[in-house]
């Protein structure tokens, strides 16, 4: 069955990084299109970044410059790249895999992100 396992969350200090991973199996990694979602207290799940099996991203306007998609067909891995985290980042990250970066059918458990002084 497809299982995606994120890690790398945890408390950083505002202006600092982190980097997520997602680990999948149970599918055809290289050939599917995988997102990073969050969703903060009180809120919606929102789309971080998507990342086509050609390797095309996509980014939301508020991480655009700050934060990065990639992928290890290799590894069958995600990662996220944030850098320069701001306190509205806290949240917590999932990875999704579906036909789309908003056409999600599978979700990993999240890790939390929280980004305070």
């Known amino acids: 069955q497809v299982q995606l396992v994120e890690s790398g969350g945890g408390l950083v200090q505002p202006g600092g990084s982190l980097r997520l991973s997602c680990a999948a199996s149970?599918?055809?990694?290289?050939?599917?299109?995988l997102a990073w979602y969050r969703q903060a207290p009180g809120k919606e799940r929102e789309l971080v970044a998507g990342?086509?099996?050609?390797?095309?991203?996509n980014y939301a306007d508020s991480v655009k410059g700050r934060f990065t998609i990639s992928r290890d067909n290799a590894k069958n891995t995600l990662y996220l790249q944030m850098n320069s985290l701001k306190p509205e980042d806290t949240a917590v990250y999932y990875c999704?895999?579906?036909?789309?970066?908003?056409?999600?059918?599978?979700w990993g458990q999240g890790t939390q992100v929280t980004v305070s002084s």
């Open positions: 990342i086509t099996s050609t390797f095309n991203t």
């Open positions: 149970g599918f055809t990694f290289y050939a599917n299109t």
């Open positions: 999704g895999t579906g036909p789309g970066s908003r056409v999600i059918n599978y």
